[in-house]
């Protein structure tokens, strides 16, 4: 979000600093569906001065980026984009280069570990302050500028997150949202974090249909070895289908609380965010 020039910008903010209220806004909306689909919604918006900024921010997101939909939107006096782009997995989100979710040697960037029963991700996602930043806004003006400018990112998602430092959590812990602007304008680094698991419905299911067959087969090879127990070759067989069956269940239900309730423990090989120099 901060591809827009930075002088430019603060230039721009200190020239409206007298002359208007609610000059520029940035929404940042991150969708994650329970299938792992993503959707990536920003919403710009500015005074009449700051259309350049603007069309940066619109001509950034649209070069080499799965942008979908691009839709002029307005509020009073503001007018802009709303810009819309959706990706298959956190793979394509992670690869595109959104400085946002980049890696860099302050931050991981996003960590992926892919597991039977669910995915996990670690969000060490990062918002810093340009290094020409501070020439031009740590100043009185550009300081008055804050409540006129807003810069918000909010990340949805499927299930309520796991930790996080989000400095807004609603919606049972599956929506976090935090406030860019001091960091964009301020001058100030600011750490995005969030563990999550996105489950897999489908494999539970599975895991979960096998356990009741197999349990199922016992209970019915025990009964059998009952009714058959004048014939002790045949009840021996039963009985040893019987315990084939309760031996399978036992360990399937063992393995899958272990990878139930093992803490994950992310590693560098996990990251899957582009690699770039940090400041």
């Not at 430019?8 to 007298?18: D, G, V, Y």
């Not at 980026?65 to 691009?70: E, L, N």
């Not at 690869?95 to 969000?123: P, S, V």
């Not at 995005?192 to 489908?202: D, E, L, S, T, V």
């Amino acid at each position: 979000m901060k591809n827009i020039s930075v002088k430019l910008f603060a230039i721009l903010l200190m020239m409206m600093s007298i002359f208007c209220a609610g000059c520029f806004q940035v929404d940042s909306d991150l969708t994650i569906d329970d299938d792992g689909k993503v959707t990536f919604k920003n919403e710009v918006m500015g005074v009449p001065v700051m259309s350049e900024p603007i069309e940066a921010f619109k001509n950034e997101l649209e070069r080499g980026h799965y942008v979908t939909d691009i839709t002029p939107i307005a509020s009073g006096n503001m007018s802009g984009y709303r810009i819309i782009t959706k990706y298959d997995n956190m793979e394509q989100l992670a690869a595109q280069d959104l400085e946002i979710f980049n890696r860099t040697n302050k931050n991981k960037g996003i960590q992926q570990r892919k597991g039977w029963f669910f995915d996990a991700y670690n969000f060490d996602l990062l918002s810093d302050a340009p290094d020409d930043a501070e020439e031009y806004l740590n100043n009185p003006i550009a300081q008055s500028m804050m409540p006129q400018v807003k810069f918000n990112l909010v990340i949805n998602l499927p299930y309520a997150v796991e930790t996080t430092n989000a400095q807004h959590i609603s919606n049972d812990g599956k929506t976090l949202a935090w406030n860019l602007t001091s960091s964009v304008i301020g001058g100030k680094d600011i750490s995005m974090q969030a563990q999550f698991r996105i489950w897999h419905k489908g494999q539970i299911a599975v895991t979960a249909i096998a356990i009741i067959a197999l349990l199922g087969g016992a209970i019915y090879f025990f009964k059998k070895a009952k009714h058959s127990s004048e014939d002790k070759e045949d009840a021996a067989k039963n009985l040893k289908y019987m315990q084939i069956c309760s031996v399978l269940a036992a360990a399937i239900i063992s393995v899958s609380t272990y990878m139930l309730i093992a803490p994950v423990t992310f590693t560098d090989a996990d990251i899957i965010s582009k690699l770039v120099s940090g400041n």
